[in-house]
């Protein structure tokens, strides 16, 4: 293909190239939005491709065989994806996660893993490196992932019923496979391991007892249910307000089967409320994305596949990193570091984006005029 024809698939989703200051100091180690909120917290999805079609996030009806997916040149590579997560943890990022997609079918993940577990801080300290995954792959890989660094691992698994969960992945793939990859996990010493459920009224809903009782016997402490409200996240996963099951209705259930209390805020800019089984035999969380909207302590940026920074997960236009990965300036030097650095100050320092706070003030999707980001594209 010709170097100045833009595939399609790259138009999907506006991005705007960044802005760089004229003088570009050194990175500052900590970024403010435009709400106070710090930066900690970078997402990085790996492929836009995935080998289940879960309905809430990538149907089958959509992405058939006729959906183009990224073509591969227009993927980061390896180290243009190690560079950026350099620049973010110059900047303050704390915590990278590989997600997708499906993350395990990039081929030799481990490589990337490897090269960013070897990434440190200012202070010396290795961010915290994690993986979400939809288990199919794990057996094979988790202890490659182990090996090269890879500090957690989360697993996604939406019912323990065979017949459920094959219909919810839609691939009709069995629950059996999954399972074996979170002991594969536990075995190559990733523990606790966090599974997340995201949880469909009416879909799943009857599986959450089943799935926190299954967990709890079998791997006590070393496996955390996570119940995930179904989010409107995109703009081809059909979301009802009422196929949202409320956490607090997630809690109750599963209180009813075990007694759970309360367990304190962890680090500013988690994701889940936490409890723990009063007879000691683990702990729960729940993900209330939709009814009790966590924007205001939302530390995280999502880099998509091709390179594009979304500051929110219901953003609809990004900022092309790419363009200054691969790009030049006008004298024909390529874009330093540290000027990658200070345009990614410029882009966070300017973010007011807090949809699932506004969705939940106005009771309702507010609309923004264009096409949304997927979640396959930018990562959960
Ligand atoms: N394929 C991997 C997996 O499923 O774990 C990683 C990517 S997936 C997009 C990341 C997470 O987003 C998964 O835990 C998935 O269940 C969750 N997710 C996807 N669509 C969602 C939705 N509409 N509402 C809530 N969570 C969703
Ligand atoms: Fe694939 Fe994960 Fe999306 Fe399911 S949630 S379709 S496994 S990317
Ligand atoms: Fe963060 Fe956007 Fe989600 Fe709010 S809606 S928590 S700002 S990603």
């Not at 496996?223 to 209705?249: H, K, Q, Y």
Request: proline share 5%; with cysteine; charged share 30%.
């Amino acid at each position: 293909m010709g170097e100045n024809i833009i595939p399609l698939a790259d138009l999907r989703y506006a991005a705007t190239p960044p802005q760089v200051p004229e003088r570009a100091g050194p990175p500052r180690g900590l970024l403010l939005d435009s709400l106070g909120r710090p930066l900690r917290d970078l997402r990085i999805s790996v492929t836009d491709r995935c080998n289940f079609r879960c309905s809430y996030c990538m149907p089958k009806e959509v992405f058939d065989k006729d959906y183009r997916f990224l073509p591969h040149a227009s993927l980061l590579s390896f180290e243009e994806i190690t560079r950026v997560a350099r620049v973010f943890v110059a900047q303050g990022v704390r915590k990278l996660r590989l997600t997708g997609g499906e993350p395990l079918l990039r081929k030799d993940l481990e490589q990337l893993v490897a090269q960013l577990a070897a990434l440190r801080t200012a202070e010396g300290a290795a961010p915290e490196l994690t993986l979400t995954t939809n288990g199919s792959l794990l057996a094979r890989k988790a202890r490659a992932l182990r090996g090269a660094g890879l500090r957690r691992v989360t697993v996604s698994l939406d019912a323990l019923d065979d017949a459920v969960f094959r219909r919810m992945n839609d691939v009709d793939f069995p629950v059996a496979d999954v399972l074996a990859g979170i002991d594969a996990a536990l075995a190559a010493g990733f523990a606790p391991v966090k599974v997340n459920m995201v949880v469909k009224r009416g879909t799943n809903d009857h599986e959450i007892v089943p799935l926190a009782r299954h967990l709890r016997e079998r791997y006590g402490a070393r496996a955390v249910l996570r119940c995930i409200e179904f989010m409107d996240v995109g703009a081809t996963n059909g979301w009802r307000m009422d196929e949202v099951l409320p956490s607090r209705e997630v809690l109750a259930r599963i209180a009813a089967a075990f007694p759970i209390e309360p367990i304190e805020a962890g680090v500013p800019g988690e994701t889940a409320q936490r409890w723990r089984y009063r007879d000691g035999g683990g702990e729960v969380g729940v993900i209330s994305s939709v009814t009790q909207a966590f924007c205001h302590e939302c530390n995280r940026a999502r880099l998509s596949t091709e390179g594009k920074l979304f500051l929110c997960l219901f953003a609809s236009r990004g900022h092309d990193l790419r363009a200054l990965l691969r790009g030049r300036r006008d004298d024909g030097r390529p874009w330093s570091d540290d000027e990658i650095a200070a345009a990614l100050e410029l882009i966070w320092s300017a973010r007011d984006d807090r949809y699932s706070a506004l969705r939940a003030a106005q009771a309702g999707a507010p609309s923004r005029g264009e096409r949304r980001v997927e979640m396959h594209y930018i990562g959960g």
